[in-house]
């Protein structure tokens, strides 16, 4: 009988494999994993306590430090969930500003994934290109709300200032320098054929399986389902722009990126449409004076759809100036700790830092 | 009736449910307040029978006054894209126990976990509750209302005396004219 | 910590000279500022040409990034990674939440002043530095090094009763396996 | 007393070329990478910070001969390998002692690493030692298809050979097929991409050097300059025709490195087993053709 000996290995936090302060503790048999373990905690800062120690208005500032690859849906999540108790209407020219927003921080996040799984096979080239190009978007940002990645733009009742003269005009320009330069990512990286042989039927995800683990956003796409918040649970501008949710059925690691390929392309034709039809008038709806507001007392849960999946915040007032609880369903909540978990066993070392690549995991958004 | 769906699904809910308070909020979000003893069935039947197959989060609410903890179970549905969020309240003693419903949810594990370790509430049933986020933590359960985080923070760790000539003059200003 | 100038023999500084051009960073993102990393590293801002390249292992870098707030977990992890790294080596801290906790300052787990845990070399002001200030914060290091005023690693082997007190203060009593005195009698470098 | 000089410069020259060949590397790969990269003599820069390092992490003794045995190993196939103005081993020793003594810096760096007990570093050397059989096949195939075709196992008679006869004698215009099977093991060789699983540093953290550091790193870092130098050469000796001038030599060796580093600036890597699966299946393929070509 062979003897079997299996070896523990920590893919610490410190390792170029794992995107952010994360660590796996694997038990592997030779190059393949039997056991997986992750570890998360690193990131901890304790966000859901310090916002009940600030006001509804200082909150904003912190709310977008929680997941930092595509902070917009934490002040999406916060601003809305304010809206819903104290009943504060967004004008419409606010509502596509912020859709304008959260589809040009999808397409940021994007990219930075593309580079990331592109790194994680070898392919260094990608990282560099998308990640150059993504800088476009986050001058786009730094026009509009002063800021390359932490915008604190959108606020309790609309967003913080209108869009810039000639703004249009530089947003249409970035998107097709974008849809330009997406053939050749795909020369280089989606139809490279060792980038096929390694990610196909990589950490395959059936559809039962993705549903009973909680997979949601470009994972459960790629497993053939078409669930999107947009779509299924509407908010700000989606209901007037018509666009479609791409799906792939295979579910593997392949499947996932070639879902955020598609989905790259249909941000491409939102962000155009909500430049195309926005409509004119106010942007921000007055709300009292911030520093005594007292929101009253009620709890909303609120969803939106992040590159990365369901990112969810439930809050709870109870008529004071602060939150009384604010709890953030990261994206990654399910993606980076249970399913990397199922998905890692039976693979082997080569494929444990693209399995995560390809999930998506964001570190922060578990540790909060 | 502009609540089709949603009145439908309260109306299979109270069949099984009786004493159970269901309202509907807005569009696509229902609320139900059960008693804690039938969350178990509730979720099973959310699971089962009335296709919910998505749980999105359980979320912990410290009642500090009334002395309870709130959970808040939020079920999705695909097909009648609908949010149910079903809320038990269970006393806030030291460790309280309330029944898990891990071996239904696979993300439940994870929600219950980090409830257990912010909050100190433990779900028979579950055996993964040990520590996962603060490992390195050995204080109380950190989100509780009776932990300060902010005297915590300012006795446990030393922060950098920063008191510039110019910043003394603008607080002896101050003093002066208030 | 006073610019202690070492005697600069001519061959320190011929090797200041060529060591400044050729800096490793350990390629570990500890907070929220390493998003910046990427276009730093990548072919808009290109930090190689400065001859900075990241790093995976501890043992070939020079420079520890820590990019913004540290919780107390992540510190263990960081002084563990700091001293497995060789020598000359230097702490870059970015943005606010190292100099005084920043936007967490009321957080429990995040540390507040991170020079009282591992020797500073480098602040960089900023709720997260953009990639022009990091690569700004590089070229006042290379300049440093020519100088010879970037000893603040000395520091550490110097003084290393008053970080361990201060390690110990937080995360308690834990053995590194790294004995810091011993090495520093080795390579004589107190 | 020229051989002594020889031996003596040699290295140092070989180290050079293949000190401005990596810097050459760096600012290629950057360049496809659509930025800047470092300047040429970038290498001068690290090896003399590793090298002026304080501290220096010493993991035994068996470590600390190991990178000698390395650096070793690469100078001896160094004196072996026929340059022009130098070929006073070559005559002695041909290719197959050539082949023989160029597994020594793996052998050392297996020996070397092994003691450092990080389980990145013994997966590497797993790797690398997997890679190095895997690329052997190719290679030995196609130096025996050469040393068929001209009746000669000595590298210094095939460089002859070829000079004498002009580009119509040159190996990879005479047989293509063995020209192509060596360049392809001649990437796996060099260990980069796809072939290069032995240090993914996104797998396991740069596999056998995540222990080096310090001096030690620096002499790995030397004995990369000369490899490269080194078996470049080889595969230039036997199917570019050697070179008769420094000059001709220093122009075939970029080309031929240009061709090598446009593959690995576009490609990902492989796993393991494909890695050497494709090692097996076309290389060989193509040096089997070769061969019966030769032979018919």
Not at chain 1, 39 to 62: C, P, S, T, V, W
Not at chain 1, 198 to 203: E, F, L, M, T
Not at chain 4, 16 to 21: A, D, R
Request: hydrophobic fraction near 45%.
């Amino acid at each position: 009988m062979i003897e079997k000996r299996e070896y523990e290995l920590f893919i610490g936090p410190n390792h170029a494999g794992i995107s952010g302060n994360y660590s796996l503790h694997l038990t592997l048999e030779g190059d393949k994993i039997i056991k997986a373990k992750t570890d998360a905690g690193y990131l901890h800062r304790g966000f859901e306590k310090l916002m009940e120690e600030r006001l509804f208005i200082q909150n904003i500032a912190i709310v977008c430090r929680i997941c930092v690859p595509d902070p917009d849906p934490n002040e999406e999540n916060y601003a809305r969930a304010i809206e819903e108790i104290a009943g504060i209407e967004v004008p419409e020219r606010g509502k596509y500003i912020r859709t304008l927003v959260l589809e040009l921080a999808r397409l940021a996040s994007h990219l930075f994934t593309f580079g990331g799984h592109a790194g994680s096979i070898g392919l260094y080239s990608l990282p560099n290109w998308t990640v150059a190009d993504r800088d476009r978007i986050m001058e786009l940002f730094e026009e509009l709300t002063g800021g390359r990645v932490y915008h604190i733009f959108i606020l309790p009742g609309g967003v913080r200032r209108d869009i810039p003269k000639g703004f249009k005009k530089r947003v249409m320009e970035v998107m097709d320098y974008l849809e330009k330069r997406l053939p050749e990512y795909d020369d280089l990286f989606f139809e490279n054929a060792i980038f096929i042989k390694r990610s196909k039927g990589i950490g395959i995800m059936t559809p039962e399986q993705a549903i009973t683990w909680g997979a949601t956003g470009p994972n459960i796409r790629a497993c053939g389902i078409p669930a999107d918040i947009r779509k299924d649970d509407p908010y700000e501008a989606y209901p007037y722009i018509d666009f479609e949710i791409p799906t792939r059925t295979e579910g593997d690691a392949y499947a996932r990126a070639m879902v955020r390929r598609a989905e790259f392309v249909q941000s491409i034709n939102i962000v155009r449409q909500v430049i195309e039809n926005m409509p004119e008038g106010p942007v921000w709806n007055k709300i009292p004076n911030p520093l005594k507001w007292k929101v009253p007392a009620g709890d909303a849960y609120v969803r939106t759809e992040s590159s990365k999946g369901e990112f969810a915040y439930y809050l709870v007032s109870n008529g004071g100036q602060k939150p009384y609880r604010v709890h953030v369903r990261g994206a990654s909540v399910t993606h980076g700790v249970h399913i990397l978990e199922n998905l890692l066993v039976g693979a082997r070392i080569e494929d444990a830092s693209q399995i995560m690549f390809s999930l998506d995991a964001c570190p922060p958004e578990i540790d909060r | 009736m502009e609540y089709k769906t949603e009145n439908e699904i309260i109306k299979e809910i109270k069949k099984v449910f009786k004493q159970a308070k269901c309202s509907i909020k807005k569009e696509r979000r229902i609320e139900v307040i059960l008693n804690k003893r039938n969350i178990m069935e509730f979720a099973l039947r959310m699971q089962k029978n009335w296709d919910f197959p998505h749980l999105s989060a359980i979320s912990c609410v410290d009642w500090i006054d009334e002395k309870q903890f709130e959970l808040v179970y939020h079920f999705w549905s695909y097909n009648k894209k609908v949010l149910v969020s079903a809320k038990i309240r269970i006393p806030r003693e030291k460790e309280p126990h309330t029944d898990s419903i891990a071996s239904l949810w696979q993300p439940a594990k994870f929600f219950e976990r980090d409830i257990h370790e912010m909050f100190g509430v433990v779900f028979d049933g579950n055996n993964e509750l040990e520590k996962y986020i603060l490992t390195d933590w050995d204080g109380p359960p950190p989100m509780r209302k009776d932990f300060i985080t902010r005297e915590f923070a300012l006795n446990f760790y030393s922060y950098r005396e920063y008191n510039p000539e110019w910043l003394q003059e603008i607080i002896k200003q101050g003093d002066k004219n208030d | 910590m006073e610019e202690k100038l070492t005697q600069r023999s001519v061959w320190e500084k011929i090797l200041n000279k060529l060591r400044k051009r050729s800096l490793w960073m350990l390629h570990y993102c500890t907070g929220c500022g390493a998003i910046e990393l990427p276009p730093t590293m990548t072919a808009r801002f290109d930090m190689e040409r400065f001859g900075i390249t990241p790093m995976v292992t501890p043992r070939q870098a020079d420079i520890l990034l820590i990019t913004g707030y540290l919780s107390a977990k992540t510190l263990k992890r960081v002084i563990l990674t700091y001293e497995q790294m060789q020598a000359p080596k230097w702490v870059v801290g970015f943005g606010s939440c190292t100099i005084n906790g920043g936007m967490y300052w009321n957080s429990y787990a995040t540390i507040k002043k991170l020079d009282r845990y591992v020797p500073v070399e480098i602040y960089i002001a900023g709720c997260m530095p953009r990639p022009e200030a990091i690569i700004n914060s590089f070229n006042v290091l290379i300049q440093r090094i020519d100088e010879g005023k970037a000893n603040s690693w000395k520091d550490y082997y110097e003084n290393y009763d008053y970080y361990k007190k201060n390690q110990e203060a937080v995360l308690g009593k834990f053995d590194t396996l790294v004995d810091i005195k011993d090495d520093a009698k080795k390579f004589n470098i107190v | 007393m020229s051989t002594i000089l020889w031996i003596v410069f040699y290295p140092i020259i070989a180290f050079i070329i293949g000190l401005f060949m990596l810097g050459y590397a760096r600012k290629f790969t950057a360049r496809v990478q659509r930025r800047y990269g470092p300047p040429w003599h970038q290498l001068i820069f690290d090896i003399v910070k590793l090298m002026s390092k304080k501290t220096n992490i010493s993991h035994g003794y068996m470590h600390d001969i190991a990178i000698m045995m390395l650096l070793g190993g690469t100078l001896l196939t160094l004196l072996f390998i026929p340059v022009p103005g130098f070929h006073y081993f070559a005559q002695y020793g041909d290719m197959l002692v050539i082949m023989y003594i160029i597994l020594i810096p793996s052998l050392g760096m297996a020996l070397g690493v092994g003691e450092t007990a990080n389980p990145n570093g013994s997966i590497g050397i797993s790797r690398a030692l997997m890679m190095l059989a895997g690329y052997d096949v190719a290679f030995a195939l196609s130096f025996i298809g050469m040393a068929m075709l001209n009746h000669t196992t000595s590298m210094y008679q095939l460089m002859l050979i070829q000079q004498q006869h002009g580009i119509s004698s040159w190996g990879i215009v005479v047989n293509p097929f063995l020209g192509i099977a060596a360049l392809i093991a001649l990437q796996g060789m060099m260990g980069e991409k796809p072939f290069e699983v032995f240090i993914a540093p996104h797998e396991i953290a740069t596999g056998p050097m995540v222990e080096m550091g310090g001096k030690y790193l620096g002499i790995m870092m030397i004995q990369h300059c000369i490899g490269v130098f080194l078996e470049i050469t080889i595969f230039i000796n036997l199917f570019l025709g050697g070179a008769k001038n420094w000059i001709e030599l220093i122009v075939k060796l970029f080309v031929v490195f240009t061709v090598l580093l446009s593959v690995n600036a576009v490609f990902g890597r492989f796993r393991t087993d494909d890695a050497v699966r494709f090692m097996w299946k076309i290389p060989v393929a193509f040096a089997i053709i070769g061969l019966l070509i030769v032979i018919l």
